[in-house]
């Protein structure tokens, strides 16, 4: 979807074949936007439809930019802090326990990940996400965190 307002941030996935597994064909899938009613959240390619989650901007607190440290390379995410009491959203990381989201990301709270999507198949802009928030939510900070080397 293309919107006419400039401020309107809207990435959308690389085309790859897990679109045509998951019968989206070779539509324009929205990976991360963010508008003047929230933020939503794209599903995984292969999973779309099921995966997609909209935020509406009384129910955040903050947008947060993180990385997971793994054997390979970093993977960076993108993720939504929420108000306590928010409906859980739907998405890859819905059925990971607090234990298992501590082992992979000791530096995110439990919540932030499950409200976080992989930077796989797009590229975010972090200028143009800032622009974008101040715009639509100023009350809303965005935020980067890092996470130690872990040896």
Known sequence: MTDVNPL???AHFRRT????LGGMKWEKLVAFRVDD?????GGAPARYRSQLAFV??????SV?????I?????IQYVGLQRKPGAPRLPGMNADLSRAKTSKLAPHVDHE???????INFWRLDPE???AAVDAFAPHVPVLVYSQPHLS
């Open 8 to 10: 309107v941030y809207e």
């Open 128 to 130: 143009r996400l800032q």
């Open 64 to 68: 947060v930019v993180w990385s997971q």
């Open 70 to 74: 793994t054997a390979a390379n970093p």
């Open 112 to 118: 932030l990940f499950l409200a976080s999507r992989p």
């Open 56 to 61: 509406p901007w009384k129910d955040i607190t």
């Open 17 to 20: 074949p897990f679109q045509l």
């Open 37 to 41: 009613t929230g933020v939503l959240l």
